[in-house]
């Protein structure tokens, strides 16, 4: 494995692979490709609507994905790894205060300008490291994912994973999800349910910007 403690972005994806190759039956819905995210707009560094994690978070993700598949779920992720550049189109965003278009989608009850202070967005994403994942659970048997409270990327309380304002199911879906990824070696965070890191990350101290491109793995 290679080692890197930079202090700019690293463009060397040689670290890492496609989702779907470790785990062929996963649903993508990568937001950050679409303009179906708070933002808009397709985000900068997203060139292809595919997954992509460090080896050993894809392993990981792998035996999270045959654990689920026992209770009859599979797993439906909406991003992996994110560039830099992505998190810098965030941050450009966040200064212009007249673009509030997906306000009422995405975060109807905080204003645009506290959403970095309160942890919804950072200026320095785990995602860019390669070993995190925003994820949730699909029903085999209804063909839908499971009523998790709140939808991804939904910035609120009601979106921290141990918010008790939602039904007993929803609180129930949660800690299954919760449950399956810490098992398998990942860690969360407090104020969205739907995301989780590696805790044993490969390059902990390392930010990528290499587009999320499966040419550009393969090259």
Not at 74 to 88: E, I, N, S, W
Request: overall charge negative; proline content about 6%; aromatic content about 14%.
């Amino acid at each position: 494995m290679a080692s890197y403690h930079m202090r700019d972005p690293v463009m060397d994806p040689s670290g890492f692979v496609l989702l779907s190759d470790h785990v062929p039956g996963i649903i993508q819905e990568i937001r950050y490709f679409s303009t179906y995210n708070f933002v808009g707009d397709r985000i900068d560094g997203y060139e292809e609507p595919c997954a992509v994690l460090t080896r050993e978070a894809a392993r990981a993700v792998k035996e999270v994905a045959n654990n689920a598949a026992v209770m009859g779920y599979r797993l439906k992720v909406f991003d992996t790894y994110r560039p830099a550049c992505a998190v810098r189109h965030f941050v450009r965003w966040g200064i212009e205060d007249l673009d509030l278009r997906m306000k009422p989608f995405f975060y109807p009850d905080i204003e645009k300008q506290d959403l970095f202070k309160l942890g919804y967005i950072a200026s320095r994403s785990s995602h860019s490291r390669g070993s995190t994942i925003d994820l949730t659970l699909f029903d085999m048997t209804t063909g839908r994912e499971l009523d998790m409270g709140s939808p991804f990327d939904y910035f609120s309380d009601m979106s921290h994973p141990d918010c008790r304002d939602i039904t007993d199911e929803q609180y129930e879906n949660r800690m299954r999800l919760r449950e399956l990824m810490l098992s398998n070696g990942f860690k969360p965070i407090d104020c969205e349910w739907w995301h989780f890191t590696l805790a044993d990350e490969p390059y902990p101290d390392t930010y990528f910007d290499f587009p999320v491109s499966s040419a550009y793995l393969r090259r």
